[in-house]
């Protein structure tokens, strides 16, 4: 992949990080201290999973779910795992990443995993 499409994702998924933060910490300023917790982890369930045991209403829960995937996808790119499916190992396109740039699985597994994903 290229390493200007990856400095790209790189500031915008920089960009997203900041901004969400921004809006938890408007919605409730006790999330600066959780979120400031909450290093990025190789782990994205773990990282997630840490988080979810507080109680949290659905939209901050979603923010939160996000902000964890923006930080895991800039871990990626740290460790140049950024752009490949984590299910098959494909290469994910790039204007799936530029709609999505913390996709972490090509369409064809996020088809497969939502059809498998189990309704709460
Ligand atoms: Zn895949």
Do not use: W
């Not at 979120?35 to 939160?64: M, Y």
């Amino acid at each position: 992949m290229e390493d200007s499409f990856i400095r790209e994702m790189e500031q915008l998924l920089c960009a997203q990080e900041e901004e969400i933060i921004r809006n938890l910490i408007s919605e409730n300023e006790s999330f600066e201290s959780l979120i400031n917790d909450s290093v990025p982890k190789d782990n994205a369930d773990q990282a997630a999973g840490d988080i979810d045991s507080k109680v949290l209403d659905v939209v901050t829960r979603r923010e939160l779910q996000k902000l964890n995937q923006v930080r895991n996808a800039i871990a990626r790119i740290k460790s140049n795992h950024y752009g490949v499916c984590i299910r098959c190992g494909n290469k994910i396109p790039q204007d799936r990443l530029r709609a999505i740039p913390y996709a972490t699985v090509c369409m064809d597994c996020k088809t497969a995993m939502e059809k498998s994903a189990e309704p709460k």
